[in-house]
């Protein structure tokens, strides 16, 4: 019988309650603050950079024609600039859906549902890796790529 999908990929395990977001809560639970909580977790999970958010936020105030990032007359840019739903932007899935129907003239039709969207080809590998390979199985990846 054929096989579409890997074991890692039907697990059930997947998602929401998998250690990596169980360890995010944790951390959204009880974040570290030099001040207000000294005792607090850091989260060292994932390399974001919020040095400078309040630069970047002090400049978009300032040239408010350039974003439309606003919602309720707040700024959304700390929502966006992160990570949001690990399933992307519906919006933007939505957009990129009707381009690539424009662009193979409407010969293709596209669902945003069965879009995944990750943040380069690295990312991209590693998913199609865990989807279509068993543990002792390997996949050639063309070079050169970025190794991080």
Known sequence: MFKMLSKMAMCKSHGQDSSYFIGWQEYEKNPYDPIQNPSGIIQMGLAENQLSFDLLESWLTR???????RENGGSMFRDLALFQDYHG?????????AFMAEIRRNKVKFDPKKLVLTAGSTSAN????????????????????YPG
């Open 63 to 69: 040239n408010q024609d350039v974003i439309r990032f």
């Open 89 to 97: 932007l519906q919006a933007f899935k939505n957009v990129l859906v």
């Open 126 to 145: 590693e998913t199609l890796i865990f989807c279509l390979a068993e543990p002792g199985e390997a996949l050639l990846i063309p070079t050169p790529h």
